[in-house]
């Protein structure tokens, strides 16, 4: 089994700043890569950022200069530090692993529960 425990989302005013947190924890081989995703209400969920096990990155345009991905590969762990904020950002956050859970294991793709950014004008 693995789970994946989000943190950090909350209320906050336009050109402020959050700090999404995602731990995974079980049974654990090896990580590809790490992601977050959001959904909006009414809108189809949308890649936000992601990470690579070799430390690639990539971002969604809208987000690009604003927000920035991290991980502690120590603790299984993957950070979205969120600047500048925007109304158009408010979602539902929802943090992403590639992982395989032993040797043998085929890649498998686990999510987080989601956590609430609402950004208010």
């Known amino acids: 089994q693995v789970q994946l425990a989000e943190s950090g989302g909350g209320l906050v005013q336009s050109g402020g700043s959050l700090r999404l947190s995602c731990a995974a924890s079980g049974s654990i081989f090896s990580i590809n890569a790490m992601g977050w995703y959001r959904q909006a209400p009414g809108n189809q969920r949308e890649l936000v950022a992601r990470i690579t096990s070799g430390g690639s990155t990539n971002y969604a345009d809208s987000v690009k200069g604003r927000f920035t991905i991290s991980r502690d590969n120590t603790k299984n762990t993957v950070f979205l530090q969120m600047n500048s904020l925007e109304p158009e950002d408010t979602a539902v956050y929802y943090c992403?692993?590639?992982?395989?859970?032993?040797?043998?294991?085929?890649?498998?793709?686990?999510w987080g529960q989601g956590t609430q950014v609402t950004v208010s004008s």
């Open positions: 992403n692993f590639q992982l395989r859970r032993s040797y043998v294991d085929y890649m498998g793709n686990y």
